[in-house]
């Protein structure tokens, strides 16, 4: 729907700005019929494709889902994808244009007018296509069918609800909680299972406490049955009371009285008799219409809409519907992209930012950078209970998150029904489409090198792989030139094959955690590379040539040298490769070793939020902390001692930052707490 058009559209706009995009129409534009006006026609269809997704927004949840409706969408989907694959072979070839050129003094031409013939066809095609769409929405839409929800008409409030998930929400659960505690701290010395059953959504995640018995949350019954009866907790959908209550907190955002207008409680009440006492149903219910104008025209609209949405669908699924359809085309992206991950798995606030500014979900927009908007993406997520938060920082931010089950489920089924993606728990290819645009799998089982290709691949995440070799990587590179994701995270692998430098798309590299002991020196090739993350692997030095990669935005490297963690360096950073102040913009620089040019290095690197520095010695100590305190968006510092006896001074850390989290390792120079960075920031305690 809306969401693969948001993804054309944005893709179109960095396509031409690039400098390989000019240069191979002022090359080869005498030559290629059509590429002269390449600009103009993708313009064009630019604007076309902003028009339909206004058309598919203005859409009520109601009208998406008829059959003529969708049927249109899924044309317009088709459009969308097919102009981001244009897009993608132009950056593709263009790049290696650009590359045969500075080896070669001539290009052979005839190669590349037949490729770029074919692209600037391609867009003639598109332009075709989507005068053809237009006529479809003529004919096959009706006035009735496309009439505007006037629910929409009503400017939307801005957002009430509580931002995060707090005490305060949980109601109906003090029974419950009170029991499970109570065999928790039992003084019984033999270890004792306990369960907690009950459907999807009642809250079994919720009520579990933790690292004092094995506490077992399941839906299935058998299951529930390996804990003694007296151990055993069957949840219950909450009364009517607790589910009013909770409603009214989340759609009015007050957690006192738990009040509702008069005006609208009878229809709170039928909104809330529709959820049947499930948790997750009213939380959803109460987040989607704390963004609805307080009206009982505008909310007996809404409830109109989801009572059609369960004649075809369960109540859960029909209400998670709604909440769903109810999110702009950028978050619901972010939601697909979440159901790739396995089933309650936690998944790292970092890591989805650089995923989802890497798959172009978030990009820059009122002054704030792609980070800052994937960011601001997941706290809305988490308001409208898209997602839950697992763990938090000693900031008070999410640390990890997890989707619910029952969500992950619809956003999997809506992923394949939009061709975005497919997801394998069972570490399996077994009915893989080879149209996939990203896949991922869970501890994979099977080293075998696929025998299909993915040509439209974007992501390949394969988590806690058991087996990935070489040849199975070396075949995925070789049939999906336009790669962007590539996460392999816990994975069995220990190499990385030379041909992942021909993967010009490439964004994001995550290595964590695997076995792999050096980069290949052609990945110097990825311009567009924006994440290496290679923390806690083998890696001791980055190649030669990775400071060529100039849109470098998030460097995450160190290694394990004692994984006890017993030793004080049981971490070490890598070397600081020569040309590192290239990488302007540079947010993340994790962990690297001391220099005596590194302080030269980071006086140019401005952009730099985080910063991890090992094997410090007091010689460092002046130059270091100077460049340190001159960058304005500093707010994580790391710094450690070469040794637990090196004496470290802090007279010339003075951020001109507001440091959010310092860190320091080894031994303080005498007087150090009367240091202007101890003196402005913190007390002796």
């Given at each position: 729907?809306?969401?693969?058009?948001?993804?054309?559209?944005?893709?179109?706009?960095?396509t031409?700005?690039?400098?390989?995009?000019?240069?191979?129409?002022?090359?080869?534009?005498e030559?290629?019929?059509n590429?002269?006006?390449?600009?103009?026609?993708?313009?064009?269809?630019?604007k076309?494709l902003?028009?339909?997704?206004?058309?598919?927004?203005d859409m009520?949840?109601?009208?998406?889902?008829?059959?003529?409706?969708?049927?249109?969408?899924?044309?317009v989907?088709?459009?969308a994808?097919?102009?981001?694959?244009?897009?993608?072979?132009?950056?593709?070839?263009?790049?290696?244009?650009?590359?045969?050129?500075?080896?070669?003094k001539?290009i052979?031409?005839?190669?590349?007018?037949?490729?770029?013939?074919?692209?600037?066809?391609?867009?003639v095609?598109?332009?075709?296509?989507?005068?053809?769409?237009?006529?479809?929405?003529?004919?096959?839409?009706?006035?009735?069918?496309?009439?505007?929800?006037?629910?929409?008409?009503?400017?939307?409030?801005?957002?009430?609800?509580?931002?995060l998930?707090?005490?305060?929400?949980?109601?109906?659960?003090?029974?419950?909680?009170?029991?499970l505690t109570?065999?928790?701290?039992?003084?019984?010395?033999?270890s004792?299972?306990?369960t907690?059953?009950?459907?999807g959504g009642?809250?079994?995640?919720?009520?579990?406490?933790?690292e004092?018995?094995?506490?077992?949350t399941?839906?299935?019954?058998?299951?529930?049955?390996?804990?003694?009866?007296?151990?055993r907790?069957e949840?219950?959908?909450?009364?009517?009371?607790?589910?009013?209550?909770?409603?009214?907190?989340?759609?009015?955002?007050n957690?006192?009285?738990?009040?509702c207008?008069s005006?609208?409680?009878?229809?709170?009440?039928?909104i809330?008799?529709?959820?049947?006492?499930?948790?997750?149903a009213?939380v959803?219910?109460g987040?989607l219409?704390?963004?609805?104008?307080?009206t009982?025209y505008?909310?007996?609209?809404?409830?109109?809409?989801?009572?059609?949405?369960?004649?075809k669908?369960?109540?859960?699924?029909?209400?998670?519907?709604?909440?769903?359809?109810?999110?702009?085309?950028?978050?619901?992206?972010?939601?697909l992209?979440?159901?790739?991950?396995?089933?309650?798995?936690?998944?790292?606030?970092?890591?989805?930012?650089?995923?989802?500014?890497?798959?172009?979900?978030?990009?820059?927009?009122?002054?704030?950078n792609?980070?800052?908007?994937?960011?601001?993406?997941?706290?809305?997520?988490?308001?409208?209970?898209?997602?839950?938060i697992?763990?938090?920082?000693?900031?008070?931010?999410?640390?990890?998150?997890?989707?619910?089950?029952?969500?992950?489920?619809?956003?999997l089924?809506?992923?394949?029904?939009?061709?975005?993606?497919s997801?394998?728990?069972?570490?399996?290819?077994?009915?893989?489409?080879?149209?996939?645009?990203?896949f991922?799998?869970?501890k994979?089982?099977d080293?075998r090198?696929p025998?299909?290709?993915?040509p439209?691949l974007?992501?390949?995440?394969?988590?806690e792989a058991?087996?990935?070799?070489?040849?199975?990587l070396?075949?995925?590179?070789?049939?999906?030139?336009?790669l962007t994701?590539?996460?392999?995270?816990d994975?069995?692998?220990?190499?990385?094959?030379?041909?992942?430098?021909?993967?010009f798309?490439?964004?994001?590299?995550?290595?964590?955690?695997t076995?792999?002991?050096?980069l290949?020196?052609?990945i110097?090739k990825?311009?567009?590379?924006?994440?290496?993350?290679?923390?806690q692997?083998k890696?001791?030095?980055?190649?030669?040539?990775?400071a060529?990669?100039?849109?470098?935005?998030?460097?995450?490297a160190?290694?394990?040298?004692?994984?006890?963690r017993?030793?004080f360096?049981?971490?070490?950073?890598?070397?600081a490769?020569?040309?590192?102040s290239s990488?302007?913009e540079l947010?993340?620089?994790?962990?690297?070793?001391?220099?005596?040019e590194?302080?030269?290095?980071?006086?140019k690197?401005?952009?730099?939020?985080?910063v991890?520095?090992?094997?410090?010695?007091?010689?460092?100590?002046?130059?270091?902390?100077?460049a340190?305190?001159?960058?304005?968006?500093?707010?994580?510092?790391?710094l450690s001692?070469?040794?637990?006896?090196e004496?470290l001074?802090?007279?010339?850390?003075?951020?001109?930052?507001?440091?959010?989290?310092?860190?320091?390792?080894?031994?303080?120079?005498?007087?150090?707490?009367?240091?202007?960075?101890?003196?402005d920031?913190?007390?002796?305690?």
């Amino acid at each position: 729907m809306a969401e693969a058009v948001v993804l054309a559209v944005s893709k179109i706009g960095s396509t031409l700005t690039q400098e390989a995009t000019k240069a191979v129409i002022a090359q080869l534009s005498e030559k290629v019929t059509n590429l002269k006006e390449l600009p103009r026609n993708v313009t064009r269809i630019e604007k076309d494709l902003n028009m339909m997704n206004n058309v598919i927004q203005d859409m009520g949840t109601l009208d998406i889902r008829k059959n003529v409706v969708k049927g249109w969408v899924a044309e317009v989907r088709k459009l969308a994808y097919n102009v981001e694959n244009i897009m993608d072979k132009y950056l593709y070839y263009a790049h290696q244009m650009q590359e045969d050129g500075k080896v070669k003094k001539f290009i052979k031409g005839t190669k590349y007018i037949k490729i770029f013939s074919e692209v600037a066809d391609d867009i003639v095609q598109i332009d075709k296509d989507i005068k053809h769409v237009k006529d479809l929405k003529g004919w096959s839409l009706t006035v009735e069918q496309m009439k505007p929800n006037k629910v929409a008409d009503y400017e939307r409030q801005g957002s009430k609800g509580p931002e995060l998930t707090k005490d305060e929400d949980l109601v109906g659960i003090e029974d419950n909680r009170r029991k499970l505690t109570q065999w928790l701290y039992t003084s019984e010395p033999h270890s004792t299972v306990i369960t907690i059953s009950g459907m999807g959504g009642l809250g079994k995640t919720t009520l579990n406490l933790q690292e004092s018995r094995i506490v077992i949350t399941t839906r299935k019954e058998d299951v529930a049955s390996l804990a003694s009866s007296k151990c055993r907790l069957e949840l219950q959908p909450l009364g009517d009371t607790d589910s009013f209550n909770l409603f009214c907190r989340r759609a009015f955002n007050n957690i006192e009285d738990c009040r509702c207008p008069s005006e609208l409680k009878e229809v709170a009440t039928s909104i809330v008799r529709r959820c049947q006492g499930l948790p997750l149903a009213i939380v959803s219910m109460g987040s989607l219409m704390s963004s609805r104008k307080e009206t009982v025209y505008v909310w007996n609209r809404t409830y109109s809409q989801l009572k059609d949405e369960m004649l075809k669908n369960d109540n859960v699924r029909a209400i998670l519907n709604l909440s769903y359809h109810d999110m702009p085309g950028d978050l619901r992206n972010c939601v697909l992209y979440c159901s790739m991950f396995p089933e309650d798995y936690p998944m790292s606030r970092e890591s989805l930012v650089r995923l989802w500014v890497a798959e172009g979900f978030a990009v820059t927009k009122d002054g704030n950078n792609p980070e800052d908007v994937a960011e601001g993406n997941l706290l809305e997520l988490i308001r409208r209970n898209m997602l839950v938060i697992d763990s938090s920082d000693e900031l008070g931010r999410v640390s990890t998150c997890r989707m619910h089950d029952i969500m992950r489920e619809l956003a999997l089924s809506v992923a394949k029904e939009e061709m975005f993606g497919s997801a394998s728990d069972n570490g399996t290819m077994i009915n893989m489409d080879t149209g996939v645009r990203r896949f991922s799998t869970y501890k994979w089982k099977d080293d075998r090198a696929p025998t299909m290709t993915f040509p439209f691949l974007r992501t390949l995440m394969s988590l806690e792989a058991v087996s990935f070799s070489t040849d199975m990587l070396n075949s995925f590179f070789s049939g999906s030139n336009y790669l962007t994701v590539l996460e392999l995270q816990d994975s069995a692998i220990n190499e990385v094959p030379a041909s992942i430098g021909n993967l010009f798309n490439l964004r994001y590299i995550g290595l964590r955690r695997t076995k792999v002991h050096k980069l290949p020196e052609c990945i110097e090739k990825l311009s567009n590379l924006q994440t290496l993350d290679i923390k806690q692997t083998k890696i001791v030095k980055l190649p030669r040539g990775i400071a060529r990669i100039k849109k470098l935005r998030h460097l995450i490297a160190d290694r394990y040298a004692d994984e006890r963690r017993s030793d004080f360096r049981y971490f070490i950073g890598v070397e600081a490769p020569k040309g590192l102040s290239s990488l302007e913009e540079l947010q993340t620089l994790e962990t690297v070793g001391a220099s005596i040019e590194l302080a030269e290095q980071l006086d140019k690197l401005m952009k730099l939020q985080s910063v991890w520095i090992d094997n410090i010695s007091a010689a460092h100590c002046t130059k270091l902390f100077t460049a340190l305190s001159n960058m304005q968006f500093l707010s994580s510092l790391l710094l450690s001692a070469c040794d637990e006896k090196e004496e470290l001074c802090f007279q010339n850390l003075k951020p001109i930052s507001k440091l959010h989290k310092l860190i320091i390792r080894g031994q303080w120079a005498t007087g150090t707490l009367k240091c202007p960075i101890f003196q402005d920031h913190g007390k002796k305690s």
